[in-house]
Nanobody
Framework: QVQPVESGGGLVQPGGSLRLSCTAS????????VAWFRQVPGQERDLERE????????????FYAPSVEGRFTISWDNDKNTVFLQMTDLKPEDTAVYLC?????????????????WGQGTQVTVSS
């Protein structure tokens, strides 16, 4: 079982950028698809987490929510030890806890229910 660990969150002004990282503890990423979801205050149920982006193990296929398409980029590092989420042109509505999730690279990629392995999350706050 892989245990995702997120880092890189913080406070940024509107229009700014942040890069989030997701590494694996427990076993290393191997044959996994990795996704980022986000959860805002008031969303108590895990199923209410919003899909942000996902990347297949090959790295050749990526998926984005319409709200972040063109602003966020998901990628693997060269050794496939880390998944990055590069976020640019950040908006106040991007404020949330960002969670990394992993699963075997089969099936769908946008649904919370597809993922068994989750990190604890990292807070991103976009505010002036």
């Amino acid at each position: 079982q892989v245990q995702p660990v997120e880092s890189g969150g913080g406070l940024v002004q509107p229009g700014g950028s942040l890069r989030l990282s997701c590494t694996a503890s427990g076993r290393a990423f191997s044959g996994d698809a990795v996704a980022w979801f986000r959860q805002v205050p008031g969303q108590e149920r895990d199923l209410e987490r919003e899909f942000v982006a996902a990347i297949k193990w090959s790295g050749r296929n990526t998926f984005y929510a319409p709200s972040v398409e063109g602003r966020f980029t998901i990628s693997w590092d060269n050794d496939k030890n880390t998944v990055f989420l590069q976020m640019t042109d950040l908006k106040p509505e991007d404020t949330a806890v960002y969670l990394c999730a992993a699963k075997l690279d089969i099936g769908a990629y946008r649904y919370v229910s597809e993922y068994a392995d989750w990190g604890q999350g990292t807070q991103v706050t976009v505010s002036s």
